[in-house]
Every structure is written in structure tokens, then in C-alpha cells.
């Protein structure tokens, strides 16, 4: 392998479209496969949305900008939002008639799992079904959401406990990284974030990608789980979310109103390859969608 074939490897990986062109450019085309993806964001910033349209869209063939596959769809902290993925896959199913099939959930396998040993479990599991190939579509897509819950309440901070941690981040990463490998897989995982105070140059003299991005409702954060679990994904995105407060006139009233707005902001932070990018977006009854670069 010469360095001039490395820079080309990343041009030749299948990847998921999100179905926007101002979000997949940031990405250079889409979601990468071989590769895990993070999203992280607070609550409400969209994270889970985008995952819901990922897992219809991996449904696409590859001409259509998808992978042709089944999703594997791994929550660890909610009620799973059915209604949502339902909206979701009539709305694409009305799309492309002859691409997606009028139950798009029957290629979509949600499984719930409460704590990090479970998930390892779990995903022993997973191998064993891509293996047995009895599903209409190729398992193409994993999803894990969120990733930050599973390791919540289970471990502390006492050295033990946060050396034990690392070891299953890498556990995690490890068997996540050998089915993408293995089987062509796109990994997408979803991470919550805490408040930070400290310096923009790094944490504990360690910077990854651009920590000046990481801004939300009007406060300096950081990604949950920290350095070890930040050395075990490919790529990371941010998903911002600020409210702003606008004036409306309101026929016959008096006097304006006082209405809250919410702007999110999509950045990329780091990935192969790929320099910081960032994009607004809105959530629209049909997705995710970027409205500037």
C-alpha cells in the first residue's frame, strides 16, 4: 500500500447519504462504511432523527444513495419512537414507490439493551444473524443510540472503575470495528455532552478536531465519555442547538408578540480525510434537512 493509494482509499468506501447535498458534502458524500460515525449533541438537537432517516435510507441501492441493506437499530435510554419511523418510511416509501417497500420496517430490527455488557451481548448476537444471511436485505447499517447512557451510573471515578471503563470502550470499538469490517457495514453511534470549562486549545493538552464548534444554547460543551472514548470512533459530528427569541405581529393584536426560534448547526469535527465543515439545518416532517454551508 503506497501513500498515493492510502489518499485514494477513502474516494472508493461506499457511504450512506443523508439525503441532503449540503450535509453529505460536509461529509464528503454521506455516512462512510468501515468507519463508525458519532453524532453528539443535547437533547433535542436532532441526533435521533437523523438516525430514524438513516435507517430508511440504507434501504436505497447504492445509485440512489443508499447501501441497499437492513438496519440494526440499538436504543438504550428511551421509549422508541415507532410513530416517528413510521412517518419516516411512508414519507420515503411515497418517494421512491418501486426502491422502498410499502413496510419499510420489516427491514429495520430494533433491539433495547440497559448496560454496556448487554450491548456486548447484544452484538455477539448481531454477528451471528448478518452471518445466518436470512434477511431480505444485507444488515448494512448499526446504530447505537446513545452510547453515553450505558455507562451513565455503572461505573465511578475511582482509577479502577475508569480503567475498566476504557477497556469496554475498546471492547465496544473493537467488535463494533470488526463487523464493519468484515461485513461492509456503515456504524453510526450517538454520544450526549457535558458542560466545559477550560481552555480551546484541548483537554489535558489533547485536542481532537475543532472544540471551537462546540457551542449549544449558549454554553461551551464537550462530548460525553471523554479521550478513550473519543480514540475509539472514526469520525465525529456535532449537532448544535441555540434558541433565539423574534418579534411577531399578530393581526389585530395590540402589540408584537414574543416567539421562540430554534437554529441548529451541523459541524463537522473531525474525520479521515476531511477538514471542519459546518451547515444549519431544520427538522422537517420529511427529515433532516441543511438549508446553508
Not at 444513495?65 to 438504550?76: K, M, N, P
Not at 428511551?78 to 416517528?84: G, M, T
Not at 411515497?94 to 433495547?112: K, M, Q, T
Not at 485536542?207 to 473519543?230: F, I
Amino acid at each position: 500500500m503506497t501513500p498515493q493509494n492510502l489518499m485514494l482509499l477513502p474516494l472508493s468506501t461506499p457511504k450512506l447519504s443523508i439525503g441532503c447535498p449540503i450535509l453529505d458534502h460536509c461529509l464528503g458524500g454521506g455516512i462512510a462504511c468501515n468507519s463508525i460515525t458519532e453524532l453528539v449533541g443535547e437533547s433535542g438537537s436532532g441526533k435521533t432523527q437523523l438516525c430514524l432517516q438513516l435507517t430508511v435510507r440504507a434501504q436505497l441501492p447504492p445509485s440512489h444513495g443508499g447501501l441497499g441493506g437492513s438496519s440494526v437499530y440499538i436504543f438504550t435510554e428511551f421509549s422508541f419512537p415507532f410513530r416517528r419511523l413510521q412517518q419516516l418510511g411512508n414519507l420515503y416509501h411515497a418517494s421512491y414507490p418501486n426502491l422502498i417497500r410499502l413496510e419499510p420496517l420489516e427491514d429495520i430490527y430494533v433491539h433495547g439493551v440497559h448496560d454496556a455488557q448487554e450491548l456486548i451481548h447484544v452484538l455477539g448476537d448481531i454477528e451471528a444473524f448478518i452471518a445466518i444471511d436470512h434477511t431480505r436485505l444485507p444488515v448494512k447499517l448499526i446504530v447505537i443510540d446513545s452510547i453515553a447512557a450505558l455507562f451513565r451510573s455503572q461505573y465511578q471515578t475511582t482509577p479502577a472503575d475508569l480503567k475498566r471503563r476504557s477497556e469496554m470502550f475498546f471492547n465496544i470499538s473493537g467488535t463494533l470495528k470488526g463487523l464493519e469490517n468484515k461485513y461492509g457495514l456503515a456504524v453510526v453511534v450517538t454520544n450526549q455532552v457535558v458542560d466545559f470549562i477550560g481552555p480551546h486549545h484541548g483537554v489535558n493538552g489533547v485536542r481532537l478536531g475543532n472544540l471551537e464548534s462546540l457551542d449549544t444554547s449558549g454554553r461551551r460543551v464537550s462530548p460525553a465519555l471523554g479521550l478513550a472514548w473519543a480514540h475509539c470512533i472514526n469520525s465525529r459530528v456535532f449537532f448544535a442547538r441555540h434558541e433565539q427569541s423574534i418579534e411577531v405581529d399578530i393581526r389585530n393584536a395590540p402589540s408584537t408578540s414574543i416567539c421562540s426560534q430554534t437554529h441548529r448547526t451541523f459541524h463537522l469535527v473531525f474525520a479521515p480525510h476531511l477538514a471542519y465543515a459546518s451547515a444549519e439545518f431544520v427538522i422537517k416532517k420529511e427529515g433532516i434537512v441543511g438549508v446553508s454551508q
